[in-house]
Structures are given as structure tokens and as C-alpha cells.
């Protein structure tokens, strides 16, 4: 009897890569802080995690007639980037704020480790089963 690896580690996969991107954009954040005019960037991660769901259990939303919208482009895209809406914008008009950008930034590391510890542990059962521990 094959494993289904998608089965057998669930959510946990997307999850890692979803929160690496994330990291990615909040580091660019960090990293343009002092730009004049940089708007700062996040990803949904909610979103990014309900279309992996919605992927990996078969119930992803289909096109069937032409004058339906098509989900899997445009606005819908759970690649797409969000614009964060300042609380208090810098007079050069950047968005960033920096101790709240680290703050993301440290919570998403957190994520991240959570998230690989799941998936560790999830390996760790597999490779208990295969040889009968």
C-alpha cells in the first residue's frame, strides 16, 4: 500500500511556504524602511492557507461557463501582495513602521518554527511506522 505524503503531512508543506514568502516580504520591508515613498507590503496568509486547503482536499473552485469569473487569476491570486495601511504614514509618504514590521517579522519566524516542528514530527511518526518502532 503506496503513502500519500499529501495525506500523511497535511496542511503543514503549504503552511512552510507560505510563511517563507511572507518572511520575504517582510524582510523587504525592513530593508526599505528609510525609502522615500515605499509602501509596505504583506501577503494574506489566511487566504494562502484556505487555497492550499481548499486544493489539497479536491474542493477548489472550478470555471464552468464562460461568464464566470475565473478564481484562479487576478484579484482572487493568493500570490498577490496586499498594501498595509499605515497608522501614522511618514511625511516622504513611506508606509513602513519598523518596530511593527519586526514585530511581523519575529511572530512569522515563530510560525515558521512551529510549523517546521509539525511537519519534523509528522516525519518522525512516518519513519517510526515504516520500520515498526
Do not use: W
Request: charged share 20%; net charge negative; glycine share 6%.
Amino acid at each position: 500500500m503506496a503513502i500519500s505524503f499529501d495525506n500523511a503531512l497535511g496542511i503543514h508543506e503549504q503552511a512552510l511556504v507560505a510563511r517563507s514568502q511572507r518572511a520575504e516580504v517582510l524582510a523587504n520591508n525592513l530593508a526599505n524602511a528609510d525609502t522615500p515613498g515605499f509602501k509596505a507590503r504583506d501577503v494574506d496568509f489566511q487566504a494562502m492557507l484556505d487555497k492550499a486547503t481548499e486544493a489539497s482536499q479536491g474542493m477548489s473552485m472550478e470555471r464552468t461557463h464562460q461568464s464566470h469569473m475565473d478564481v484562479s487569476a487576478g484579484a482572487g491570486s493568493s500570490n498577490e501582495l496586499l498594501y498595509r495601511l499605515p497608522h501614522q504614514p511618514s511625511i516622504d509618504g513611506n508606509t513602513v513602521d519598523a518596530q511593527q514590521e519586526q514585530t511581523r517579522f519575529m511572530r512569522n519566524a515563530m510560525d515558521f518554527q512551529a510549523s517546521f516542528q509539525f511537519l519534523n514530527s509528522k516525519f518522525s511518526g512516518l519513519s517510526k511506522a515504516i520500520t515498526g518502532q
